[in-house]
């Protein structure tokens, strides 16, 4: 075997060594947790081998209330369609942990036309020594009631001495899809599987099942979500979300378990230029930062959620109709 790849086989084995590491801080009880925070700069290094272990989204994870219109980059991270075929762009950055140097830019472009949905991006994260680089596209179809599609990312990863893999030197590939159906109510009912086939370098983070319910009546939404592990190896993570809209403003707050932690996000909308923000706190990591900034036509509605010439969610009052024609005598 030539030096270098031995020395390829050695990092390989020293960043998943350094991941299950952070993994098992992650899960770790307070009691154990509390000497690592007088160690910051070993956590830092261990976080800048890896993105959040429990989190349920990575390279396009995209800051966005529950119950809101899709955008580009969750349309590639989870597979599940926008019902509107409108075209859309989203470029977003994510600061994982307070860790300078741990940061993900992605840009990503979303079109419909009739039934058929389609998007593609790009992201980048980490620096070259030790990040890597993913491109992913997504093509589905989606009605008003229901929708489903399918997505592909492949990485590769910026290190010099990659390991080799079937795919090439530090590459890896992830195929997976997701559907949503409308349950009547104001209820609409979302299934993503992300990595249902992967090959090559192993993904950063392992996505398991995600399956969610969403509830929407005015200004109002609700969104829970199970996320299990992928080949149910590991308990699975819950989380909560609830938003409330005024004018063109939108508020949430949700919650996860498995470490528990808390993120407060805020959207705003002015005609097609959308910005949202979220500051998850983690209790050993520390806090991410979401941004993002979307380009596309104003939803139907405050949420996003109706779009022109649909009845409005439920609970919501009917649009006016057109005045009554006066009749001559």
């Known amino acids: 075997m030539s030096p270098r790849a031995r020395g390829g086989r050695a990092a390989c084995a020293a960043r998943v060594r350094a991941r ?31 993105l959040p272990a429990a989190a349920p989204a990575q390279d396009f994870a995209s800051p966005a209330p529950p119950a809101a219109a899709v955008t580009p980059a ?11 075929a409108a075209f859309a762009a989203e470029a977003l950055v994510t600061r994982w942990y307070e860790v300078p140097d741990l940061a993900t830019r992605a ?9 058929v949905r389609a998007a593609a991006g790009i992201s980048r994260t980490g620096e070259p020594e030790l990040g890597w680089t993913t491109g992913a596209v997504a093509l ?25 893999a079937a795919l090439g030197p530090g590459a890896g590939l992830e195929v997976g899809g997701g559907a949503w159906v409308e349950a009547g109510a104001g209820i609409t ?18 996505r398991g099942l995600e399956i969610g319910a969403s509830w929407v009546m005015d200004d109002l939404s ?50 097609a230029l959308a910005v949202a923000g979220t500051v998850e706190s983690h209790p050993v ?25 649909r009845a409005p969610p439920h609970g919501s009052p009917p649009s006016p109709g057109p005045p009554p024609r006066s009749v001559p005598p």
């Open 222 to 271: 609700l969104r829970l979500t199970r996320v299990s592990a992928r080949g149910g190896a590991g308990a699975a993570q819950h989380e909560a979300g609830l938003a409330l809209s005024a004018g063109p403003a939108t508020v949430w707050l949700e919650a996860r378990d498995l470490p528990a932690r808390g993120t407060l996000g805020l959207a705003a909308r002015v005609g």
């Open 20 to 50: 299950a590491r952070v993994r098992a801080l992650a899960r770790a009880p307070a009691r154990v947790r509390a000497p690592v925070r007088a160690v910051p700069g070993s956590l830092a290094a261990l976080a800048m081998l890896l």
């Open 74 to 84: 969750a349309f590639l991270e989870r597979g599940l369609p926008d019902r509107r």
């Open 285 to 309: 990591l520390g806090e991410t930062v979401r941004l993002s900034l979307v380009l596309s036509p104003p939803p139907g509605d405050r949420l996003g959620f109706a779009e022109p010439g």
């Open 189 to 206: 009912l979302s299934a993503s599987a992300p990595q249902i086939f992967t090959r090559g370098v192993s993904p950063p983070l392992e």
């Open 107 to 115: 840009v990503a472009l979303a079109a419909g036309w009739r039934s």
């Open 140 to 164: 589905g179809v989606a009605t008003r009631g229901a929708g489903g599609a399918l997505r592909a990312a492949a990485r590769r990863d910026g290190a010099p001495g990659a390991l080799e």
